[in-house]
């Protein structure tokens, strides 16, 4: 009787303990803090630490809360007027919310604080040469390049430059030494591979091969370095070959890329005279974008050459009813119609 008296007595005290408040978990304590709830907190207890606006603006700008991002930007540098941190991101997020007037206001006023603030001088150079202003731009990137010579975008800014003013082998040299200075630099192999492509040089290969390799899924890649083997194929038809790949590769990764499937076939049209199966290549590309009307003119010249000369027709007329001054369906129309 005891025992069981015992156990009774033990299994109530178990219980009280269990359903006892100073043992269950107090929500107030457990709940999580945001980020953003205590910097609100810091910023009421040091209303005058501009860090702590700044801090508060990148949240804002992160959640793309603009307008409030900027009135913090904006309390960091009234607190802090030579804060030339918050005023390149105030900069930053007017460029990407593309005031880009007030943007370039902010870079300049970054650069009045503080002359050696590389990321206002590139930002500022970049601005310029959207705006064609080559010479300022070059000033801008040299300065920066001074004050910091491992600055791989300022590399690929000059290649920028001389590519859009036509000198291509310093573009290639500017691409090559921010490659490196950045190995993994994904833009400047793309444009790297884009001029020797133009050039007609196989050293494009290795510049888009490099690219892939870092971005596996890139369809930029993929294309320029199918393009290019397109390009070429007439050299080595098993180029052809490796184009379609590619090509297949980037509708495997983008199922819409009315492009890729165009290319393919004008691959076998062009090339390999195989008409069924650039048809149906055409047909897809139609298929992902129905305004492509020079897929229209291409099917239309399968169509033609298997003889299959009313549904050559109807893709001839396609094509300029979505485009009337093109003149290859026009072209194509009139031999249908002189040959009847």
């Known amino acids: 009787m005891q025992k069981s ?9 178990t219980l009280v303990a269990c359903d006892s408040p100073s043992m269950q978990e107090n929500p107030d304590l457990t709940k999580a803090t945001s980020p953003l709830d205590s910097l609100n907190e810091a910023i009421i207890a040091s209303p005058l630490k501009a860090n702590l606006y ?13 307008n409030k991002a900027l009135l913090d930007f904006d309390k960091a540098i009234e607190i802090k007027s030579d804060f030339d941190i918050a005023i390149f991101e105030k900069g930053e997020l007017l460029y990407a919310s593309t005031r880009y007037e007030d943007a370039m206001v902010e870079y300049q006023h970054c650069l009045e604080i503080n002359p050696e603030n590389t990321a206002c001088l590139l930002k500022s150079a970049e601005m310029n040469i959207h705006l064609k202003q080559y010479g300022l731009a070059v000033d801008q990137i040299n300065s920066a390049l001074r004050i910091d010579e491992q600055l791989d975008q300022a590399y690929y800014m000059k290649g920028r430059i001389y590519k859009e003013t036509g000198d291509s082998s310093l573009a290639v040299s500017s691409y ?14 793309i444009e790297a ?12 290969m290795e510049y888009f091969n490099t690219a892939m390799d870092l971005r596996p899924k890139s369809v930029e890649a993929k ?3 199918a393009y290019y083997l397109q390009q070429s194929g007439l050299s080595d038809t098993t180029r052809f070959t490796e184009a379609k790949i590619l090509y297949q590769d980037i509708l495997d990764i983008d199922p819409s890329n009315a492009a890729a ?18 048809l149906a290549h055409f047909s897809l590309a139609i298929e992902l974008f129905p305004q492509y009307y020079q897929a229209y003119f291409n099917r239309g010249l399968c169509h033609e050459s298997l ?3 009313n549904l050559a027709l109807a893709d001839y007329d396609m094509a300029l009813q979505l485009e009337p001054t093109y003149t290859p369906a026009a072209l194509g129309k009139g ?6």
Request: charged share 25%; hydrophobic share 45%.
């Open 5 to 13: 008296f015992f156990i009774l007595v033990l299994s109530c005290l």
């Open 176 to 189: 090559q030494t921010a490659i490196e200075v950045n190995p993994n630099f994904y833009e400047a192999y």
């Open 335 to 340: 031999r249908i119609l002189d040959g009847e």
């Open 261 to 278: 499937a165009f290319n393919q076939g004008f691959i076998e049209l062009e090339y390999r005279l195989n008409y069924r199966k650039a």
């Open 193 to 204: 591979g884009l001029l020797y492509s133009q050039a007609g040089s196989d050293l494009a």
């Open 54 to 66: 700044l801090e508060r603006a990148r949240i804002f700008a992160k959640e793309g809360q603009a």
């Open 307 to 309: 003889d299959e000369v």
């Open 223 to 225: 294309y320029a370095a």
